[in-house]
């Protein structure tokens, strides 16, 4: 059994053991999410740091660079440790511009499931979501036959288990008639608090749901609510924005990015946080 000193314990996505503080990778890219980070030795030192610090929930993309964060995580960390658990999504391609055309049609999905093998060193994929609506959010639709296909890839025994992201209510439904999922992955925040019905009725069926932009994405929270707090506690209001998401919900795990080691250290001293009632209270009004 996993044990765990981070902030949060452990929480299991189907049979696999996770601890809750994740960490996305997505910001090892270069600008855009596009192309080699500026700082290669830096990216993969992230990472080792990662692993190091004992997180075992890595999230990334064959998308992100494209191919660039696969690389680095391979690079810095394999043959990966049993304990690791590398969760990829498929779904959407890059275009030149550095645009994410939709790619779930089942040919795409098929080759991008091959592609996240390959480029991570693996013979099965831990858990792959299946990417919907575009950058703009959740965009309703059948997801029926992109879904099918990753259950079949799944039944070819490439994927362990599957999930969703950028989805609405009615497609995780949709997608659980098909084949059971474990996770939910949305963009979720103290200020973005679309999915709080959705966050409630998975904790009730022991579904993940894992916020994207835990932190804002590419432009930072920004509340004076959420500086007031953190000024009360004497700490960063990242601190307190991922301090807030692991009181939640117990369902809640979290893959903050970051470029920076040192970040990654404060991120994880900072979701310890331990926040009052009153507290609680006071940054419930910022997403309401
Ligand atoms: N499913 C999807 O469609 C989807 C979409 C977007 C993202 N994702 C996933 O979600 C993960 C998290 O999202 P994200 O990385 O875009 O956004 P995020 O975690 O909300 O924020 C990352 C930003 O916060 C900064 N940051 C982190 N810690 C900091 C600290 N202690 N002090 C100051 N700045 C700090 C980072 O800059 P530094 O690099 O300077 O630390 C980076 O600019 C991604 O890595 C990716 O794996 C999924």
Not at 237 to 244: E, G, N
Not at 257 to 271: D, F, K, P, V, Y
């Amino acid at each position: 059994m996993l044990t765990t000193s981070l902030p949060g314990g452990t929480w299991t996505l189907g049979g696999l053991t996770v601890t809750r503080f994740g960490y996305g990778a997505m910001q090892l890219a270069g600008p855009g999410v596009m192309g080699p980070p500026a700082d290669r030795d830096g990216a993969l030192a992230v990472l080792r740091t990662a692993v190091e610090l004992g997180i075992t929930h890595i999230d990334t993309s064959a998308a992100y660079g494209p191919q660039v964060t696969n690389q680095l995580i391979r690079e810095a960390l394999h043959p990966y440790p049993d304990s690791l658990h590398i969760v990829t999504k498929v779904g959407a391609n890059r275009d030149p511009q550095g645009g994410w055309p939709p790619a779930r049609d089942p040919r795409s999905l098929r080759r991008s499931v091959h592609e996240n093998l390959e480029t991570l060193g693996l013979d099965v994929l831990d858990l792959v979501n299946l990417r919907l609506g575009d950058a703009a959010g959740p965009r309703p639709g059948s997801l029926a036959e992109a879904f099918e296909t990753l259950a079949d890839l799944q039944r070819q025994g490439l994927i362990r288990h599957l999930g969703v992201s950028n989805a609405t209510p009615e497609q995780v439904a949709e997608a659980q008639a098909i084949a059971p999922i474990v996770c939910v992955q949305n963009m979720y925040n103290l200020a973005h608090r679309r999915d709080d019905e959705l966050i409630d009725a998975l904790a009730g069926q022991g579904v993940a749901y894992v916020p994207f932009f835990p932190l804002g994405g590419f432009s930072p929270l920004q509340s004076s609510v959420l500086s007031t707090v953190a000024a009360r506690l004497e700490a960063a209001p990242m601190s307190v924005a991922l301090a807030w998401l692991l009181r939640r919900s117990p369902n809640i795990l979290l893959i903050p990015g970051t470029s920076s080691a040192a970040h990654l250290r404060e991120n994880i001293a900072g979701a310890a946080l331990s926040l009052s009632d009153d507290d609680l209270a006071e940054l419930d009004t910022i997403g309401r």
